[in-house]
């Protein structure tokens, strides 16, 4: 063997199965969003890993019942703008899906498991990538900020002033979002309001004095016709009442009903009507009371120059290795990177792995994704500027 072949051979490679490996360490550490010591456990191993890398940790405390937050930057991390790599580290499994229902296995090309495709497997890409750059001994041109947070799947309510802190700090934003339709990844994704309905009514009883009362629940019949006729597909406008709750007893006119609604928009400018049709809904029976209270919760992470020269710089690394880059048009689902987009800042999402089955029993990665996306981020890393 010439000394050439010998170097080239003992040249670190991108091993999909060693991957797979971190990945699944990851997995069998479930991490439903509402127990904070579960997801702790997953922000320990995000933390161990990077710190030995070598990077600086910021771990910030949860709170309100959520898990911790871990910020791992690089030693040039400071003043000059970079890149902030966003991922979440929870998931909608609960504890023990693992060895039930969900059983973390490997079939083929498809490896299942909890929390697998949203988003663990694409969380971890961008860790394996880095390190990969630091065993060929090479940089980034960009200080790197691998910002972890803990309560993505219920709206991010405590991570978002973080998320928002980091992302004024950045100049490209990368989010670890599972890819969607055959690996494409996201240039926009719909915002995403929540609100809540109260109504109030008289109760009396349904037999004896039927009369007397006024149903909450009849009202609500007709609010959620009222919702529902705010749908507009081709504006991309959608509404749900998605939960309801109240009543005493069969047998009792209702007075109480709580029903908790979502919207979900393209533009900032149907957020604003949507948001304000839907507070403004009124009782048609004038004994009833009716109170709405909410907003957007995310904002539209609406396609922008920047964000598609992102894309293209992108498509082009992916293109070094055989992969072909797609972009969606848009998807429904909101994500952080909502937020970061929706402050100007250049963000490409849908960065992780291929696979199907999100927040369902068949959730799964492709296995023949995981080393051209994490050749692709290792690109990206080194190549952003």
Request: aromatic share 6%.
């Amino acid at each position: 063997m010439s000394p050439d072949s010998a170097q080239q051979s003992n040249t670190p490679k991108i091993e999909p199965e060693e991957i797979l490996e971190g990945i699944l360490d990851w997995v069998e550490a479930e991490s439903p969003t509402t127990d904070k010591d579960a997801v702790n456990r997953v922000a320990t191993k995000v933390e161990g890993l990077y710190k030995g890398l070598g990077l600086a940790i910021e771990r910030t405390p949860g709170r309100d019942g959520y898990g911790d937050i871990i910020r791992a930057r690089t030693e040039n991390a400071t003043g000059e703008k970079g890149i902030l790599v966003l991922s979440h580290i929870d998931t909608v499994h609960p504890i023990g899906v693992k060895d039930g229902a969900l059983k973390i296995r490997r079939e083929g090309d498809e490896v299942y498991g909890p929390g697998i495709y949203d988003m663990k497997a694409g969380a971890y890409l961008p860790y394996y990538a880095y390190r990969h750059l630091q065993r060929l001994g090479r940089k980034t041109n960009l200080p790197v900020t691998f910002l972890y947070v803990s309560e993505e799947e219920v709206g991010s309510p405590v991570s978002q002033e973080i998320i928002e802190e980091e992302a004024r700090k950045a100049k490209y934003v990368l989010v670890t979002e599972p890819a969607r339709d055959g690996g494409k990844v996201v240039v926009s994704r719909k915002g995403v309001g929540r609100f809540v309905m109260k109504i109030t009514g008289r109760p009396a009883h349904a037999g004896a004095k039927h009369e007397d009362g006024r149903s909450a629940v009849s009202e609500l019949a007709n609010q959620i016709k009222a919702i529902d006729a705010l749908v507009d597909y081709e504006r991309g406008v959608t509404t749900n009442v998605g939960m309801i709750s109240g009543g005493t007893a069969v047998n009792v006119v209702a007075r109480d009903v709580v029903a908790e609604i979502d919207l979900r928009v393209l533009t900032k400018e149907d957020g604003e009507e949507l948001t304000a049709k839907i507070l403004g809904l009124k009782a048609q029976n004038p004994d009833v009371t009716v109170e709405v209270t909410g907003g957007m919760n995310r904002p539209p992470f609406e396609a922008s120059d920047a964000s598609m020269k992102l894309f293209e710089h992108a498509k082009a690394c992916a293109a070094e290795f055989g992969l072909e880059l797609e972009a969606t048009t848009t998807t429904g689902g909101g994500s952080d990177g909502n937020f970061t987009a929706g402050l100007g800042v250049p963000t490409l999402d849908g960065l992780g792995a291929d696979g199907a089955g999100a927040h369902t029993l068949e959730e799964k990665i492709y296995f023949s994704s995981l080393e051209p996306r994490a050749k692709m981020w290792f690109r990206l890393l080194e190549t952003l500027e």
